[in-house]
């Protein structure tokens, strides 16, 4: 496969990569390439990029509950009839929780134990 004139100008632009590359070189480029767009890890990034899209961005900005009977929580009593609101885009950007709320998540680290301990 011949590259068009428009890459080859765009070659002084972006580099010798496997774009603009071509012949051997452009195969041991995609070899290279390749392992990371296998189906599994493209997959396992999708769904680390959606969990992290309904973290920092909940589809309820407020959760509400009426508490049946009196409950103590941190040490606060929560009267029987209260409501009480929690909010997912509060806690979700809490550094108690996260401690980097609005950093990208990295795709190297292993997600299942971050996510069991996040609230």
Do not use: C
């Amino acid at each position: 496969f011949k590259k068009g004139r428009a890459l080859q100008r765009a070659k002084r632009l972006l580099g010798e990569g496997l774009l603009t590359s071509e012949g051997e070189f452009w195969r041991r480029q995609r070899r290279l390439a390749q392992p990371a767009f296998h189906r599994q890890r493209v997959g396992a990034y999708a769904e680390m990029v959606v969990a992290e899209a309904m973290r920092l961005y909940p589809p309820a900005w407020a959760i509400g509950r009426l508490a049946l009977e009196d409950h103590e929580v941190g040490g606060y009593l929560i009267p029987r009839g209260s409501l009480v609101l929690i909010s997912p885009y509060v806690m979700h950007r809490d550094p108690r929780f996260y401690p980097a709320p609005s950093s990208a998540p990295n795709p190297a680290s292993p997600s299942a134990p971050a996510r069991a301990a996040s609230p």
